[in-house]
């Protein structure tokens, strides 16, 4: 039994106890972790204030017999600014979504994936950018990283530069004469290709650089949807952000993608 303290990201909450809480947590050096925030008197306003989700807060923890205890916390950064508009509170939380998901439980995790996460939160909150392009680069991002995405420089087959198809089965993007090996391919509009390599090629807050058409931009989520349909599954957070960010009227497409 020991008490230990790092820096993590709250990714989920969910009630326990009469007034504790359990929440899952992105560690700076570690992987994701449940914890328990007991909802003593002692231990209510500030504490708990720091164990919401978004929030980016140090905690101190008593590890004992497999279970962690938070005894203290402090916020450092809470993002409070997402809460203001519905489309980016629901981009961001399926960005929290989408990494509680598909990152094991306990198991050291690529350390790249936290800050760019808060990277990814930051230019949500601020508005840098629209937000549901703001979530698929990430997706992009998170992806490439995490190996669910192969590389978008070239045909996953030959290596060809022009690629103009994406195979799910393939694994990648596809040439002009890979393409009809794969029944699977769909056509890719260049920009989209495009759009995967500056992610690819860039590091940091960098990889927010560019824009895309409406029809893109379309294409692209469509393209992401159908990858992380079949690589991650449903994404339920994600169909509710679409929803929100859709002007009324404009009808996001029900699709069912086979897992290949
Ligand atoms: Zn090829």
């Known amino acids: 039994m020991s008490t230990i303290d790092f820096r993590g990201l709250v990714l989920k909450e969910q009630p326990a106890g009469e007034s504790g809480k359990r929440i899952l ?39 004992g017999r497999g279970f962690w205890t938070v005894t203290r916390a402090e916020l450092i950064e809470s993002f409070y600014g997402l809460r203001e508009e519905l489309d980016r509170l629901a981009y961001g939380s399926y960005l929290l979504s989408l990494v509680a998901q ?23 909150e601020k508005d840098l950018l629209l937000p549901r392009l703001t979530a698929m680069i990430f997706t992009i991002k998170y992806l490439q990283m995490s190996g669910f995405l192969a590389s978008s420089l070239g045909c996953v087959c030959c290596g060809a530069q022009e690629t103009m198809w994406f195979s799910l089965a393939a694994g990648g993007f596809l040439c002009a004469s890979c393409e009809a090996k794969w029944p699977d391919r ?40 159908r990858i992380l349909w079949a690589r991650v599954g449903e994404v339920k957070a994600l169909d509710f952000a679409l929803r929100c960010s859709h002007p009324p009227g404009q009808k996001v497409e029900e699709k069912d993608y086979d897992h290949t």
């Open 25 to 63: 947590v992105l560690r700076e050096n570690g992987g994701q972790v449940w914890m328990t925030v007991r909802g003593a008197k002692n231990i209510r306003g500030k504490v708990m204030a720091a164990c919401q989700s978004f929030c980016f807060s140090r905690f101190w923890v008593f590890e």
């Open 102 to 124: 598909t990152a094991v439980e306990g198991e050291m995790a690529d350390q790249q994936t936290l800050p760019l996460l808060l990277q990814t939160l930051a230019v949500l």
């Open 186 to 225: 769909v056509a890719v509009p260049g920009a989209v290709v495009e759009a995967f390599r500056f992610v690819e090629r860039r590091q940091g807050s960098r990889i927010f650089g560019f824009r895309l058409s409406e029809e893109a931009e379309q294409a692209l989520t469509e393209l992401l949807r």
